[in-house]
């Protein structure tokens, strides 16, 4: 199902590196404070990367908890992340099986959610 990516409603990927130790409490967070998505967004599949490009997590919730998938390519093998780090985008089916296949991404991108900063609008 993962690499398929069959069964999501819809797929967004987080462009801001992450800590992979990070389980499924913290990349929710990420998700939430970064870019003010909401994680429990059923059948909505959210993923991550560190700095390797061999490794990619995503997070799902299912309606009755959530979904943990790592994905460790082998060596010689490697994902090609978009270099804006500060948007989330929503992938179509075409563009999630062109990165699960080591394409990049860049040029084909539709509907983008912006960076949210928490500290915006405060004075000090």
């Known amino acids: 199902m993962f690499v398929e990516g069959t069964g999501f409603r819809k797929i967004i990927l987080c462009t801001r590196r992450v800590d992979m130790r990070r389980g499924i409490d913290?990349?929710?967070?990420?998700?939430?404070l970064?870019?003010?998505?909401?994680p429990t967004d059923k059948g909505v599949l959210y993923l991550f990367h560190g700095k390797s490009s061999r490794s990619i997590k995503g997070i799902c919730f299912e309606g009755i908890g959530t979904v943990l998938y790592t994905l460790r390519l082998a060596p010689g093998n490697s994902f090609r992340f978009p270099k804006?780090?500060?948007?989330?985008?929503?992938l179509s089916p075409?563009?999630?099986?062109q990165l699960m296949s080591g394409i990049a991404l860049e040029?084909?991108?539709?509907e983008v959610y912006p960076n949210i900063d928490p500290t915006a609008g405060q004075t000090d």
């Not at 913290?26 to 939430?32: D, F, K, N, V, W």
């Not at 804006?84 to 929503?90: I, V």
């Open 107 to 110: 040029g084909t991108i539709r």
């Open 84 to 90: 804006d780090a500060t948007e989330a985008m929503a």
């Open 34 to 38: 970064h870019y003010n998505l909401d």
């Open 94 to 97: 075409e563009q999630y099986h």
């Open 26 to 32: 913290g990349l929710a967070a990420c998700a939430m």
